[in-house]
T-cell receptor, first 110, second 114 residues
Framework: LAKTTQPISMDSYEGQEVNITCSHN???????ITWYQQFPSQGPRFIIQ???TKVTNEVASLFIPADRKSSTLSLPRVSLSDTAVYYC???????????FGKGTKLSVIP | DAGITQSPRHKVTETGTPVTLRCHQT?????MYWYRQDPGHGLRLIHY???????DKGEVSDGYSVSRSKTEDFLLTLESATSSQTSVYFC?????????????FGQGTRLTVV
C-alpha cells in the first residue's frame, strides 16, 4: 500500500479556495487516489476519486500531475460547513484494504 | 444513504468483559470493514471481510476478532475488553473493495471500557 503524507491541519477564511495536497511518492501504476471527508461524530464520506489529470464533481476538484506522486484536493469557496477532516487514500484494484491516515483537519474561519 | 446500521450506538462496559459490536447492511456489498478512531490517530483498520467467512487482519487487530456468517452482518468482538479499547468504532461497506470504489460508513459506536 502506498504511503500518503498530508498536512495535519489547515485554516481558511470563508469564501476562499482551499487546496490540500497529498504526497504519495511510491504510488503504483494501478493505484487510484480517493479523498474522503469526515465531520465530527460522523463516519467518513466519499468526496472524489481519480487516476490521472483532473477530475471535477459538484463538491470538489482533484488535480493529479503526470508523475502521480502527489494529488491536490481543491474546495472552491469554502463555507463554515466545510470544516472537517479530509483523508487522502491511495490503493489499487487488487487490494481489499481501505487504509486511512490521520487526515488534514480543515478549519474554516468566518 | 447506504443501508448500513451499527449497533449498539453507545456502550459502557467493564474491563475484562466480552463485547460484540454489530454491523448490518442491506446493500449486499461484498466488502466490510471495522475501524477504530482515536484522537490523534485518525481511522485505523482493525479487520476486514471480502466475503462470507473470508476475513483478514488490519493494522490494529490485536485483541479483536471478527465473524461474517452471512453477507449482511459483520461482527466485531472484543474477547476481554481493556481500557485501551475505549474508542469510536466505525463499520464500512463497499461493493468492490480497495480504493477504486466508494465506501459507505455507519454512524459509529462509542465504546467506553471502565
Amino acid at each position: 500500500l502506498a504511503k500518503t503524507t498530508q498536512p495535519i491541519s489547515m485554516d481558511s477564511y470563508e469564501g476562499q479556495e482551499v487546496n490540500i495536497t497529498c504526497s504519495h511518492n511510491n504510488i503504483a501504476t494501478n493505484d487510484y487516489i480517493t479523498w474522503y471527508q469526515q465531520f465530527p461524530s460522523q463516519g467518513p464520506r466519499f468526496i472524489i476519486q481519480g487516476y490521472k489529470t483532473k477530475v471535477t464533481n459538484e463538491v470538489a476538484s482533484l488535480f493529479i500531475p503526470a508523475d502521480r506522486k502527489s494529488s491536490t484536493l481543491s474546495l472552491p469557496r469554502v463555507s463554515l460547513s466545510d470544516t472537517a477532516v479530509y483523508y487522502c487514500l491511495v490503493s489499487g484494484a487488487g487490494s481489499y484494504q481501505l487504509t486511512f491516515g490521520k487526515g488534514t483537519k480543515l478549519s474554516v474561519i468566518p | 444513504d447506504a443501508g448500513i446500521t451499527q449497533s449498539p450506538r453507545h456502550k459502557v462496559t467493564e474491563t475484562g468483559t466480552p463485547v460484540t459490536l454489530r454491523c448490518h447492511q442491506t446493500e449486499n456489498h461484498r466488502y466490510m470493514y471495522w475501524y477504530r478512531q482515536d484522537p490523534g490517530h485518525g481511522l485505523r483498520l482493525i479487520h476486514y471481510s471480502y466475503g462470507v467467512k473470508d476475513t483478514d487482519k488490519g493494522e490494529v487487530s490485536d485483541g479483536y476478532s471478527v465473524s461474517r456468517s452471512k453477507t449482511e452482518d459483520f461482527l466485531l468482538t472484543l474477547e476481554s475488553a481493556t481500557s485501551s479499547q475505549t474508542s469510536v468504532y466505525f463499520c464500512a461497506i463497499s461493493e468492490r473493495g480497495g480504493v477504486n470504489t466508494e465506501a459507505f460508513f455507519g454512524q459509529g459506536t462509542r465504546l467506553t471500557v471502565v
